[in-house]
């Protein structure tokens, strides 16, 4: 029975954990994707990785609303990139860091191997915000959060503000 999952916010130690490469799809898993799918779209997120529910498992979802409203959520097991491209500076927040967000260069484009929830393998070439959430989600599979990305000043400052409970009004932004 899918459910709403605790979100581990920064500080709790599970979010610099590297997630374990998922061997079997069993019906553990797929509880587990239906409830990382209800509570990333509960918490109006764009993506949701394992680790932020607690679980070090190679395994993200990533929302409608960035991989198009007429399309089931995404469901990438075991993600390896093949190829990037670009760079890209675009402002991001996180599900685990609610309040704060940051501009973040990352590349442009992505060309990603996957297993589906069906045990099938997929690849799959994105660019926008949907390669801009993979590269998100598939940071927080190797214990990175965002603001590990940005210089150590910026970084400093951003922790100081989450730390004060700084909360700025922006909905309409992405949240991973
Ligand atoms: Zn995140």
């Known amino acids: 029975m899918k459910k709403i999952l605790e979100i581990r916010l920064y500080g709790d130690p599970v979010l610099r954990e590297k997630a374990e490469k998922i061997r079997k799809i069993d019906e553990k898993i797929k509880e587990l994707a239906e409830s990382m799918i ?16 607690g679980e070090k498992l190679s395994l993200f979802v990533i929302s409608r609303k960035i991989v198009g409203e007429d399309k ?33 260069e990352r590349p442009e484009g992505v060309h990603l191997k996957y297993i589906n929830l069906e ?28 603001w590990d990305r940005l210089d150590r000043e910026t970084k400093r400052i ?12 922006k909905e309409d932004k992405i949240r991973v």
């Open 38 to 53: 209800e509570t990333m779209d509960y918490y109006e997120g764009a993506g949701l990785a394992a680790t932020q529910v």
């Open 72 to 104: 089931e959520p995404l469901v990438v097991i075991n993600p390896e990139i093949l190829d990037i491209w670009g760079e890209i500076i675009m402002e991001e927040g996180c599900l685990s860091i609610p309040g704060i967000y940051a501009e973040v």
């Open 119 to 146: 045990g099938e393998e997929r690849e799959l070439k994105a660019e926008g915000m949907l390669a801009r959430v993979i590269f998100h989600e598939f940071d927080h599979l190797n214990g990175m959060l965002f």
């Open 158 to 169: 951003l922790i100081a503000q989450f730390k004060k409970g700084f909360i700025r009004n």
